[in-house]
């Protein structure tokens, strides 16, 4: 089944008529980098002016809820604490409710500082991430680590400060069976404003392929994220969108909650992915160009 194309604002208009719940990827649908996407200040506050819910739900664990804030608040986007959630979030909530990691266990991170802040919020001890020893580009000298034993743990996301020390203590850590390999997220491509990177799933690879297997990944599309939502909002599937720009990411996710979905063409996903002779098997509800169009309102 194709995906219908939106083309103005009756179009617009009737998804706005559609739906009460609004999610919102972050990267490539808002923005990029730090460079606001076209027409997205607007349509946010129509959507604020209709009353509708909204939500962000971001799989980049490089900040906190409360750094997201004030990203929201730099770029002038309306956006509560309570409306943000992050891989970052996610994994802290997966480790301390939903697997409830032993308290006296520790997790070795490969992530960045916001990933960190989520972690002590949710009490979970941590070793690793921005750690001045770990941020080296000395060689690695195996003698010199002397592993802690109540790593029980590693969580991979997004390090824009990766090096051999990290990759080597992580899988160093993981060649005990009993240490869990988590994941923030595996998105394999990260779009900033000038140019495409690679993404937390690029900083996963490797460990997946010196270890020969891969981490539970607990961002978009898997499962966590959504009940993270649940758990602090009330929301009908049926009259929800998620708004994305990654098709096995954010369209995926929406699909396997039961909410429609909205692909947006200003980050990942082209239009021949979709609409070309070998389109993907993760089919959109609706495809239209930018979120920015939806100013054809206003
Ligand atoms: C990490 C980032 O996540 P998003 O905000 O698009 O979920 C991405 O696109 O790689
Ligand atoms: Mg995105």
């Known amino acids: 089944m194709s995906p219908e ?3 103005g604002a009756q179009d617009y208009e ?6 009460d719940t609004w999610m919102f990827d972050c990267d490539g649908v808002l923005w990029r980098g730090n ?3 076209d027409g997205v200040t607007e349509v946010l506050q129509l959507l604020r002016s209709r009353k509708k819910q909204i939500i962000f739900v ?6 906190s809820r409360n750094t997201y804030k004030k990203k929201f608040d730099k770029l002038g986007l309306e956006a509560h604490v309570d409306e943000i959630f992050g891989s970052a979030f996610a994994s802290a909530i997966y480790l301390s409710s939903v697997i409830k990691f032993p308290k006296e266990k520790k997790v070795f991170v490969i992530g960045m500082p916001g990933l960190e802040e989520e972690l002590r919020a949710e009490g979970i001890k941590h070793v690793g991430g921005s750690d001045p020893a770990d941020n080296t580009l000395e060689p690695f000298t195996p003698s010199s680590f002397s592993p802690d034993p109540d790593v029980g743990a590693v969580l991979c996301g997004l390090d824009t400060s990766i090096n ?3 990759l080597s203590k992580a899988f160093i850590y993981l060649q ?6 988590l994941a923030t997220n595996e998105d394999s ?3 900033t404003a000038g140019a495409l990177l690679p993404g937390a799933g690029a900083i996963s690879a490797p460990l997946r392929f010196a270890l020969g297997k891969n981490p539970a990944s607990i961002g978009k599309p898997a499962r966590t994220m959504l009940d993270c939502i649940k758990a602090k909002h009330d929301y009908d599937p049926s009259r929800t969108i998620m708004v994305g720009d990654r098709l096995n990411t954010d369209i995926l996710f929406g699909k396997e909650g039961l909410l429609s979905t909205l692909l947006v063409l200003t980050g990942i996903t082209h239009e021949e992915e979709v609409f070309g002779a070998n389109p993907s098997p993760i089919v959109p509800d609706y495809v239209t160009r930018s979120i920015g169009d939806f100013r054809a309102l206003i």
């Open 176 to 181: 005990n069976p009993s240490c869990l390999f």
């Open 189 to 191: 491509t990260y779009p």
């Open 58 to 63: 971001t799989n980049n664990a490089t900040q």
């Open 35 to 37: 460079e606001l996407i």
């Open 14 to 19: 009737d998804l706005l008529n559609k739906y």
């Open 5 to 7: 194309r939106l083309s």
């Open 164 to 166: 051999y020390t990290k």
